[in-house]
């Protein structure tokens, strides 16, 4: 049986631009524009056609980019828009943690804004009575309950819509990216009680950017782009297709970027341009690839994943004294890794025409930004056949957030006193 169930859904916004935004409708009457003036620039389709059911008791994760329809979605089927198209059934007594702040009257204190929102929800005042002290003692609120909701911070309007909606008992729990802003010791309580919602076989739309917790916790999930279902399934399957589908965009991003880099390069024709190569060029670079461990090109990599670095090399005359060397360097100019041939005890022999040198990593382990790529030709004593200075750059992307430079593996343990739970997944 189904606890939310949509069909062929769309939810269309008419958008303004800049021109249409301080327009009265005295001075468009003076102007004669009237009609012009309040017609919209384009019809945005923040959802389109969308269908699917959540099953009661079930977890429903939704994920997407910004602007994807993912809190449009929510807000449709809470009731609080309504949709332009298509149809929306809800069974059951819903309760909804979508906007921030969203229901609280910023000049009454926090007691009354429960009371409020209470009765909103379908509480009696009887039975928020009852609920009260469990709703400011899961808030973490008593000495500020009595304070008007504007003097609140984030953390606190978070903490308290939470404990509000949770402690309705509802049958149909809504959830929207505000978790993102709750306090660090807060988010595993939150997480603690939607775990206790599932036990109790509550339903539960979830929508949010914590992939992480969206494989945790979710029986389901949708891909949302551009208000459209990608694709509905398995968290870990859905999951994979959507970070493969933003390692492509970011890939493109990127690569677009550096074009647009060597075109100003190309008509400044500076000098630090030409700085950045230099060498007699005997035994020359010809050009350099960055492929994935699969063989493909690319330039967008994640932490766990291996580069291979590919270099088309020739030599104009037959040479003896010669060592291929790496470096790679962050944004700040600091050496990430630095090696060479000679010094990983390989011996020149002879080289004479064209071939190929290829250094592969299985690993890379660094963590998130973009990194620069020296590479070059040069004899033992270091004398420079052809040498690139960051002529070459890739970006590293990574769902986790680290500091620093570089993300040994590694795992935590911890002694039998000392309690820690999990609520993420610590690979990429």
Known sequence: MHAIKLE?????????????????????????????????????????????????????GVIGENGSGKSTLLKVVAGIAKPTSGRVEVRGKVSALIELGAGFHPEITG????????????????????????????????????APVKTYS????????????????????????????????FVPKCLDRIDDFRRRKK??????????????????????????????????????????????????DFEQRQQEIEQEEHFEETEERRENRWGKREFEIKKVRLKGLEGKEKQVFSPDEGMIIEMDVEAYSRI????????????????????????????????HGQGMVVCRMERL?????????????????????????????????SRLTDDGIFRPD????????????SYVRHDT
């Not at 002290?133 to 973490?140: G, H, T």
């Not at 606190?156 to 819509?161: A, E, H, N, S």
């Not at 994979?240 to 970011?250: F, N, R, S």
């Not at 590694?410 to 739970?421: A, N, Y």
């Open 203 to 252: 339903t539960i739309l979830f929508v949010s950017h914590d992939l992480s917790t969206v494989e945790k916790i979710c029986d389901h999930v949708a891909w949302l782009k551009h208000g459209r279902v990608q694709t509905i399934g398995e968290p870990r399957r859905v999951i994979d297709a959507y970070l493969q589908d933003v390692t492509e965009k970011a890939e493109d």
């Open 365 to 397: 382990n660094l963590v998130n930004g973009t990194y620069y790529l020296d590479v070059a030709t040069h004899k033992r004593d270091g004398y420079p056949y052809d040498y690139h200075r960051s002529l070459y750059s890739f970006l590293v992307s």
């Open 111 to 146: 007691r009354e804004n429960i009371f409020i929102n209470g009765i909103m929800l379908g509480l009696t005042k009887k039975q928020i009575h009852e609920r009260y002290d469990d709703i400011v003692r899961f808030a973490e609120l008593e000495e500020f309950i009595d």
């Open 320 to 351: 003896q004294d010669f060592v291929f060397g790496i470096g790679i360097f962050n944004s700040q100019g600091i050496l990430v890794y630095g090696t060479n041939t000679l010094l990983e005890k390989y011996a020149a022999v002879e080289v």
């Open 8 to 60: 062929n859904l769309t939810r269309i916004y008419q958008k303004y631009s800049a021109q249409h935004r301080f327009k009265t409708f005295k001075s468009a009457l003076l102007k004669g524009d009237l009609f012009r003036s309040l017609r919209p620039d384009e019809l945005v389709h923040a959802l389109d056609d969308i269908s699917f059911d959540v099953e009661t008791g079930t977890t429903f």
């Open 410 to 421: 590694h795992t935590w343990e911890f002694s039998e006193k000392i309690r820690m739970k």
């Open 154 to 185: 984030s953390g606190m309007y978070m903490r308290l819509g939470f404990s509000i909606a949770i402690n309705v008992n509802p049958d149909v729990l809504l959830v929207d990216e505000v978790l993102a802003v709750g306090d660090a010791s």
